[in-house]
């Protein structure tokens, strides 16, 4: 083609995609972030520490507590690692989850799971901060009193957190 030729109509739509192959790139990719990213357990235990140990921390520091900056490393993120691992690795149960875990409705299965694991960790946190001091030779400090707190609180945002991730990685089965 000369150079004082312009190309026509034709000419410019053989040279590039259709509109249709287009559009089918462009559903490929929605469908591809549609889906969610498969629940994996050392990436969900990193993220329950991570989390609460950065926004704790900074919470922190921004208020000028010492002590909740040190909370949020210590107790705070490690009480979320620790139940999102615990959850994490029961409602997966090896692999293949039980069940109910499955068919129950969301709403259920994570309100079953919140009331147990905050129950246990408010009891760990009160054995901590009353039982121990006094039958142990361990000496009463405020960051003890913080235990009955903290516990709860990391335990049912981790609890909830990793139920509601795991849930949405899994199908109900057919039968």
Not at 30 to 36: A, E, G, H, L
Not at 145 to 163: G, K, M, N
């Given at each position: 083609m000369p150079a004082t030729q312009h190309r026509t109509g034709r000419d410019r739509a053989a040279s590039r995609p259709s509109r249709r192959s287009r559009r089918s790139r462009r559903s490929r990719r929605?469908?591809?972030?549609?889906?969610?990213r498969p629940f994996t357990l050392w990436r969900e235990v990193l993220t329950a520490y991570a989390a609460p140990a950065l926004t704790a921390g900074a919470a922190g520091t921004a208020t000028g507590q010492p002590d909740l900056a040190l909370a949020a490393c210590t107790s705070i993120a490690g009480t979320s690692a620790v139940v999102a691992f615990l959850v994490g690795a029961w409602l997966r149960h090896g692999g293949r989850p039980r069940r109910w875990t499955v068919t129950a409705p969301r709403g259920v299965l994570t309100l079953v799971l919140l009331i147990t694991t905050v129950g246990a960790a408010a009891?760990?946190?009160w054995f901590t901060a009353q039982w121990l001091p006094a039958h142990a030779p361990i000496p009463t400090a405020p960051w003890l009193?913080?235990?009955?707190?903290?516990?709860?609180?990391?335990?049912?945002?981790?609890?909830?957190?990793?139920?509601l991730r795991w849930r949405s990685t899994t199908t109900a089965p057919t039968t």
């Open positions: 929605s469908r591809r972030s549609r889906r969610s009891l760990l946190g009193e913080r235990l009955r707190i903290d516990l709860p609180v990391s335990a049912a945002l981790a609890t909830t957190i990793v139920t």
